[in-house]
């Protein structure tokens, strides 16, 4: 946790460095959830279940949710593994409290789903809206 909250903190300095033009510093968060089960779908309202019950009230100013479809390769047998996901984008302010947010929606979505990850990409951008 202490580390993810000094990678954000890492991040936002090199924007603040180079300077917003448009906008404000700030970070852009990404999380890709897998949308299965033990092989079988997981059904667009639980999604939207989740998202409203754990993402949204964690982010209430806003976020955008993408379908998509990836691929990974099982640290424990080396195969590689395919499923439909959906990622949700958040344009954010960095720091612990942040940090901590994401961290509580990752380990929300593992455990409710049985999904051995999240996974979650973060780096510095620019926001205005």
């Given at each position: 946790?202490?580390?993810?909250?000094?990678?954000?903190?890492?991040?936002?300095?090199?924007?603040?460095?180079?300077?917003?033009?448009?906008?404000?510093?700030?970070?852009?968060?990404?999380?890709?959830?897998?949308?299965?089960?033990?092989?079988?779908?997981?059904?667009?309202?639980?999604?939207?279940?989740?998202?409203?019950?754990?993402?949204?009230?964690?982010?209430?100013?806003?976020?955008?949710?993408?379908?998509?479809?990836?691929?990974?390769?099982?640290?424990?047998?080396?195969?590689?593994?395919?499923e439909v996901s959906t990622v949700?984008?958040?344009?954010?302010?960095?720091?612990?409290?942040?940090?901590?947010?994401?961290?509580?929606?990752?380990?929300?979505?593992?455990?409710?789903?049985?999904?051995?990850?999240?996974?979650?990409?973060?780096?510095?951008?620019?926001?205005?809206?």
């Open positions: 946790m202490r580390f993810a909250a000094l990678l954000l903190a890492a991040a936002l300095a090199g924007c603040a460095a180079n300077g917003c033009r448009a906008g404000e510093p700030a970070m852009l968060a990404q999380l890709y959830f897998g949308r299965t089960m033990h092989g079988q779908p997981i059904d667009d309202a639980a999604w939207r279940d989740f998202l409203a019950a754990s993402v949204t009230p964690r982010f209430p100013d806003g976020l955008t949710v993408l379908d998509g479809y990836g691929q990974w390769r099982s640290r424990a047998t080396g195969a590689i593994g395919r949700v984008m958040i344009a954010t302010d960095a720091g612990a409290e942040t940090a901590a947010r994401l961290a509580a929606i990752r380990a929300e979505y593992r455990a409710r789903f049985m999904q051995d990850s999240v996974g979650l990409v973060t780096g510095a951008a620019c926001s205005s809206f």
